[in-house]
Nanobody
Framework: QVQLVESGGGLVQAGGSLRLSCAAS????????VCWFRQAPGTEREFVAA????????RYVNFVKGRCTISRDNDKNTVYLQMSTLKPEDSAVYYC?????????????????WGQGTQVTVSS
């Protein structure tokens, strides 16, 4: 099973940008679909973006469309989430997850491998 490690979170002012990274270890990311979810305190984990195994299909939740881009570099075994025009309501722990079936699902139950998360805090 692939192990995932997120990085790139931090404190940023509203309107700023961050690039989150999800690095795989233990095995290659090739063939895997990868997604990002987020969870703020007291809320349920919610889907943000997903990319299929060959970058043909990407999916985004409506509230990040136009502000986020998911991409992958299979040579580096890394998936990225570029976020811009950040808002205080984007503050959350961001998790990446992967599935070996290669399809970019929006459902958390379709992803058996999860990272530990990286904190994003957007100040107003």
């Amino acid at each position: 099973q692939v192990q995932l490690v997120e990085s790139g979170g931090g404190l940023v002012q509203a309107g700023g940008s961050l690039r989150l990274s999800c690095a795989a270890s233990g095995r290659t990311f090739v063939g895997y679909a990868v997604c990002w979810f987020r969870q703020a305190p007291g809320t349920e984990r919610e889907f943000v973006a997903a990319i299929d195994w060959n970058s043909v299909t990407t999916r985004y939740v409506n509230f990040v469309k136009g502000r986020c881009t998911i991409s992958r570099d299979n040579d580096k075994n890394t998936v990225y989430l570029q976020m811009s025009t950040l808002k205080p309501e984007d503050s959350a722990v961001y998790y990446c997850a992967a599935n070996p079936w290669g399809l970019a699902s929006i459902r958390s139950q379709d992803y058996p491998s999860w990272g530990q998360g990286t904190q994003v805090t957007v100040s107003s």
